[in-house]
T-cell receptor, first 113, second 113 residues
Framework: EAGVAQSPRYKIIEKRQSVAFWCNPI?????LYWYQQILGQGPKLLIQ????????DSQLPKDRFSAERLKGVDSTLKIQPAKLEDSAVYLC???????????FGSGTRLTVV | GENVEQHPSTLSVQEGDSAVIKCTYS??????FPWYKQELGKGPQLIID?????GEKKDQRIAVTLNKTAKHFSLHITETQPEDSAVYFC????????????FGGGTRVLVKP
C-alpha cells in the first residue's frame, strides 16, 4: 500500500511569513496526526483528527497554528506568522482506527530565518 | 498527562554485540508501547510494538519487554549490524486519552563495524 505522503519536503521562510504543509494519509485511515519534531527531540503531538473532526488539539499554538481535514482525507497544517522557534520537522501520521499501527510520512523540514 | 523518559540518549556498540534501550512511563493507564526507528531524513518507522497484556514480544533480532508494575519497557537488539545505526524512539499510548502517542526523547545508536 502507498505510504503517508507529505509535501513539500523542505521549506525555508523568513520569520513572520506564513507557510502551509500538506498530508495525504494511507487510504482508509480514519485517524490523522500532525507532530512537530525539533532537532534532537522526540515527536510532539500538535493535533489529532478522527475523520474530519478534531480529537485533540491541546498542544497546538492556536494563535499561529491552524489545521484542517475538511473531507476526512488529506489535511493541511498552516503557520501564520512563523517564529524562529517553529524551525522543526513536521510529521504527519495516520492510523486505520487510532488504536494501533501508526504510519508516519517522511516529514517537512521547516527552517525559519 | 503522559510522560515518557528514554535512556540512554546515545549508544555505541560493536557490530555483533547487543543493544538495550530503556523507557519509563508515568501513567499506569498506558496500554500500548511501540518502538520506532528513524533514519536521517526519514520519518519514524514502526519496528515492533507491545500491548499491555503481554510481557515480551520478539521479532527476529528485535525484542521488547514490558514491566507494568515498574512502568518500564525495553528494546533489545541482538547481533547488531551497521544498518541498525539510527535514532530509536519509544512511545506510550493511553487509550482513554484519545489514543495519543507520547514519545521519548530518542536514542542515537551507532554500530561500529
Amino acid at each position: 500500500e502507498a505510504g503517508v505522503a507529505q509535501s513539500p519536503r523542505y521549506k525555508i521562510i523568513e520569520k513572520r511569513q506564513s507557510v502551509a504543509f500538506w498530508c495525504n494519509p494511507i487510504s482508509g485511515h480514519a485517524t490523522l496526526y500532525w507532530y512537530q519534531q525539533i532537532l534532537g527531540q522526540g515527536p510532539k503531538l500538535l493535533i489529532q483528527f478522527q475523520n474530519n473532526g478534531v480529537v485533540d488539539d491541546s498542544q497546538l499554538p492556536k494563535d499561529r497554528f491552524s489545521a484542517e481535514r475538511l473531507k476526512g482525507v488529506d489535511s493541511t497544517l498552516k503557520i501564520q506568522p512563523a517564529k524562529l522557534e517553529d524551525s522543526a520537522v513536521y510529521l504527519c501520521a495516520s492510523s486505520f482506527d487510532g488504536n494501533y499501527g501508526y504510519t508516519f510520512g517522511s516529514g517537512t523540514r521547516l527552517t525559519v530565518v | 498527562g503522559e510522560n515518557v523518559e528514554q535512556h540512554p540518549s546515545t549508544l555505541s556498540v560493536q557490530e555483533g554485540d547487543s543493544a538495550v534501550i530503556k523507557c519509563t512511563y508515568s501513567d499506569s493507564a498506558s496500554n500500548y508501547f511501540p518502538w520506532y526507528k528513524q533514519e536521517l531524513g526519514k520519518g519514524p518507522q514502526l519496528i515492533i510494538d507491545i500491548r499491555s497484556n503481554v510481557g515480551e514480544k520478539k521479532d527476529q533480532r528485535i525484542a521488547v519487554t514490558l514491566n507494568k508494575t515498574a512502568k518500564h519497557f525495553s528494546l533489545h537488539i541482538t547481533e547488531t549490524q551497521p544498518e541498525d545505526s539510527a535514532v530509536y524512539f519509544c512511545a506510550a499510548r493511553i487509550k482513554a486519552a484519545g489514543n495519543k502517542l507520547t514519545f521519548g526523547g530518542g536514542t542515537r545508536v551507532l554500530v561500529k563495524p
